[in-house]
């Protein structure tokens, strides 16, 4: 799932490339993908890409005139940027990969993507970006905080501390993946209970979540957005690590399942070396 660090990547690209141009053309593969439908995809014809910002991990291309197209690229979407479409008929309606097109008036432009069944990527063609259901929820964004607001944020929210991390309305941005490695980074269990953390704990997720989500951005950013994948991820030492050994001591990752997701963590690094209860695994055991 893109993140705050790619979600940059991708709007710092689009503002190098894109900003200027003049859209030719909206197109609309994944009907369910648009959930607006006034303004019409239409009115986004000739008008200019006047910038790309991001809000939490929301990605906001705007166009001349206060319009703008606001997506959330969820579990599998990506942006993919083309200098060339291929000649010939518009997008037709269908069930591959390709939710939208944006065409541009210099024969480039990007498609948003979505791999495999679960269609979760949502589009939004709004003039007041508050409207967007998530976005006026957003709580401060995770890596411009400062201490004082950041140390405020976790604490407004009792709850196991990688539950609260990720909650997008206490701060913006930090999914599964980077949690993970903040976590690992700021040597705290993903069990640990937000309102118990020390002054001391909460600085060192403070300063880990910033070295983090930094990283990442500057590997995301240095990278031409062609290479860009949402599957990228190098520089992780835990997270989708199961198994292997832990980069900063030697100890093996670990693995905790729920549901439909999982974390990753080092028990010497974050735990005082005791492996986390595994909730579907002792299901099984009782
Ligand atoms: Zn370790």
């Not at 791999?115 to 976005?135: E, F, I, M, N, R």
């Not at 300063?207 to 500057?218: F, K, S």
């Not at 950013?221 to 001591?249: D, F, I, Y």
Request: aromatic share 6%; hydrophobic share 40%.
């Amino acid at each position: 799932m893109p993140e705050l660090p790619e979600v940059e990547a991708l709007a710092g690209y689009l503002r190098q490339r894109a900003v200027g141009r003049r859209v030719d053309r909206l197109e609309v593969a994944a009907i369910s993908a648009l959930k607006t439908y006034d303004p019409a995809p239409t009115e986004v014809t000739g008008r200019a890409v006047v910038d790309a910002r991001r809000h939490g991990k929301f990605l906001d291309v705007v166009f001349e005139g206060d319009l703008h197209l606001v997506v959330h690229l969820a579990r599998a979407g990506w942006l993919h940027y083309r200098e060339a479409f291929p000649a010939g008929t518009p997008l037709r309606p269908g069930k591959g990969p390709i939710a939208l097109r944006v065409r541009l008036d210099d024969g480039s432009g990007f498609d948003l993507t979505e791999a495999g069944t679960q269609k979760k990527l949502a589009a939004y063609l709004v003039s007041d970006v508050a409207a967007v259901p998530g976005v006026a929820k957003l709580g401060p964004d995770a890596f411009a905080a400062d201490l004082p607001t950041f140390a405020e944020r976790l604490r407004s929210r009792r709850g196991q501390v990688k539950g609260v991390l990720t909650d997008q309305s206490v701060l913006s941005g930090v999914g599964n993946a980077y949690s993970d490695e903040i976590l690992h980074a700021a040597k705290l269990s993903p069990f640990a209970i937000t309102d118990r953390l020390t002054d001391g704990q909460l600085a060192a997720l403070h300063a880990a979540t910033r070295q983090i989500l930094g990283d990442a951005v500057e590997r995301s950013v240095g990278q031409r957005a062609a290479e860009l994948k949402g599957e990228k991820r190098s520089g992780l030492k835990v997270h989708a690590r199961t198994g292997l050994p832990c980069p900063v001591c030697g100890d093996t990752v670990r693995e905790v399942s729920f549901a439909d997701s999982s974390l990753q963590y080092c028990p010497t690094c974050q735990t005082g070396g005791k492996p986390l209860a595994d909730r579907r695994l002792s299901r099984i055991v009782r």
